[in-house]
């Protein structure tokens, strides 16, 4: 868990972005622990940062990713 975890530290970085340990764990107890998802994840939040404008937050992922 802690590879995965640092692979998708690394990913973060190499878009700029910073995420918190928290944030990490969190998408990994919610969407499990595959890292293409995760990855896809990221990016999907890094879009949604960029066009809203706004820092990467749990909170932010949370509405965004659990937006119905």
Same mark, same amino acid.
């Given at each position: ?6 692979? #998708? ?5 190499? =878009?700029?972005?910073? =995420? *918190?340990?928290? =944030?990490? *764990?969190?998408?990994? %107890? !919610? ?7 995760? *990855? !896809? #994840?990221? %990016?999907? #939040? ?11 937050? #749990? ?6 990713? =659990?937006? *119905?």
């Amino acid at each position: 868990r802690e590879e995965k975890q640092q692979a #998708l530290i690394i990913r973060a970085e190499a =878009l700029d972005l910073v =995420l *918190t340990k928290e =944030l990490i *764990t969190w998408l990994m %107890n !919610h969407f499990g622990e595959d890292l293409a998802q995760l *990855t !896809h #994840l990221i %990016n999907y #939040l890094s879009q949604a940062s960029w066009t809203l404008k706004r820092p990467i937050t #749990l909170p932010f992922a949370k509405k965004v990713l =659990l937006a *119905t």
